[in-house]
């Protein structure tokens, strides 16, 4: 059984722009240059064909990736979303009780993660620690530097 994908409608549209463009642009490049490594002889010993096959099975296995995804995403409905507990979307303001260092986090999908813009992943330690926490609820969350302690400050959409 696949694991459920949950996704933006943003994220949706990015992923299956991406896998059209590996489908397509994508395919027809390692072909060319597949083709264009067969015209210089002998296949055995051809360094350029194996590593243009190498790259063709890397993009096979990364589409067919992108493929169980989404036909296993469930798009996430922004709007109603409850705001009394951290779930996937939040934007949640946490005090690390080790550093008393405040930040602020919002919860992405695997695919939507990015660090430079505080969005972690609901599948991240941090994120998994957080998810169904209300504001005051304190947590311990076993990362792999060890474990950190927060304290759930607010919760928003943003």
Do not use: C, W
Request: hydrophobic share 40%.
């Amino acid at each position: 059984m696949s694991e459920k994908s949950y996704l933006t409608k943003e994220g949706l549209r990015k992923l299956t722009e991406e896998l059209h463009e590996m489908k397509t642009k994508g395919r027809a490049i390692i072909a060319a240059d597949i083709e264009e490594a067969r015209e210089k002889g002998d296949l055995r010993e051809n360094a350029e064909y194996k590593a243009a096959k190498e790259r063709q099975s890397l993009q096979e296995t990364k589409i067919l990736k992108l493929e169980n995804m989404i036909a296993n995403a469930v798009l996430v409905d922004e709007t109603n979303l409850d705001l009394s507990k951290v779930f996937i979307l939040s934007t949640v303001k946490v005090k690390n009780l080790k550093t008393n260092a405040v930040d602020k986090y919002t919860l992405v999908p695997e695919n939507e993660q990015n660090l430079r813009e505080k969005k972690i992943s609901v599948q991240s330690p941090v994120g998994k620690g957080l998810i169904g926490k209300a504001v005051g609820d304190v947590v311990e969350i076993q990362v792999p530097a060890g474990v950190m302690k927060f304290e759930v400050l607010d919760i928003t959409r943003e």
